[in-house]
T-cell receptor, first 113, second 112 residues
Framework: DAGVIQSPRHEVTEMGQEVTLRCKPI?????LFWYRQTMMRGLELLIY????????DSGMPEDRFSAKMPNASFSTLKIQPSEPRDSAVYFC???????????FGSGTRLTVV | KQEVTQIPAALSVPEGENLVLNCSFT??????LQWFRQDPGKGLTSLLL?????REQTSGRLNASLDKSSGRSTLYIAASQPGDSATYLC???????????FGTGTRLLVSP
C-alpha cells in the first residue's frame, strides 16, 4: 500500500495565479479530508468527502478555494486566485470511514509570493 | 467550543528516560482517539488508535491510554531515543463534531 499520495510536494507561485493540489487516497477508504497547517493556526480542516460527496466545507476560507472528488481515487484542491496568506502546508488524509483512523499524506508546501 | 490541550507544550529529556505526554479534552462523548507524530517538514504519522470500546493500545515502546470519564489520554514512551524527537499530536473524533479535532501538540527533544 503506497499510502495517501499528494502532489506536488512543493509549489511556489506568484500571487494571483491558480494553484491545484492533488491527492490520491488509499484504495478502499471512503472518506477524504483536506487540512491546512500553519504555525499560527495549527491544523485546520478545510473540507471532507464521504463516498466522493462533499459533506462539510465550512472550513474552506473563502470562495477562492474549491475542492472536487470526481472519483474514489482522486481529489483536487484549487485556489484561484492565490494570495500570500494562502502559504501553508496542505495535507490530504483518508480513512475507511469518517469516524475511524486517519492516514495522512506527506503534504504540499505552498508558497505564494 | 471543544478544547483539546496537550501538556507539556515542549519537553527536553536525555536519552533513555521514560516519559508521559498528556492530552485532555472537554467532550466525554468522543468516539475514538488517535496519536500522531510529526517530524519537521513532514506529514503526520499515525502511532496509535484507541477505539471507543478500548482503554489502551500498545505498539513497541509506546503505550496510549484513554479515560473518557476524566477527559484524558496519555502517551507513554519507554526508554526514549533521539529518533523519538518530533511533535506529538493527539486527535479525537466526536460524533458531535463529525471531524477529527486536534490538540495543540507537544514538541519533544531527546538528547543523546
Amino acid at each position: 500500500d503506497a499510502g495517501v499520495i499528494q502532489s506536488p510536494r512543493h509549489e511556489v507561485t506568484e500571487m494571483g495565479q491558480e494553484v491545484t493540489l492533488r491527492c490520491k487516497p488509499i484504495s478502499g477508504h471512503n472518506s477524504l479530508f483536506w487540512y491546512r497547517q500553519t504555525m499560527m493556526r495549527g491544523l485546520e480542516l478545510l473540507i471532507y468527502f464521504n463516498n466522493n460527496v462533499p459533506i462539510d466545507d465550512s472550513g474552506m476560507p473563502e470562495d477562492r478555494f474549491s475542492a472536487k472528488m470526481p472519483n474514489a481515487s482522486f481529489s483536487t484542491l484549487k485556489i484561484q486566485p492565490s494570495e500570500p496568506r494562502d502559504s501553508a502546508v496542505y495535507f490530504c488524509a483518508s480513512s475507511p470511514q469518517e469516524s475511524y483512523g486517519y492516514t495522512f499524506g506527506s503534504g504540499t508546501r505552498l508558497t505564494v509570493v | 467550543k471543544q478544547e483539546v490541550t496537550q501538556i507539556p507544550a515542549a519537553l527536553s529529556v536525555p536519552e533513555g528516560e521514560n516519559l508521559v505526554l498528556n492530552c485532555s479534552f472537554t467532550d466525554s462523548a468522543i468516539y475514538n482517539l488517535q496519536w500522531f507524530r510529526q517530524d519537521p517538514g513532514k506529514g503526520l504519522t499515525s502511532l496509535l488508535l484507541i477505539q471507543s470500546s478500548q482503554r489502551e493500545q500498545t505498539s513497541g515502546r509506546l503505550n496510549a491510554s484513554l479515560d473518557k470519564s476524566s477527559g484524558r489520554s496519555t502517551l507513554y514512551i519507554a526508554a526514549s531515543q533521539p529518533g523519538d524527537s518530533a511533535t506529538y499530536l493527539c486527535a479525537f473524533y466526536s460524533p458531535g463534531f463529525q471531524k477529527l479535532v486536534f490538540g495543540t501538540g507537544t514538541r519533544l527533544l531527546v538528547s543523546p
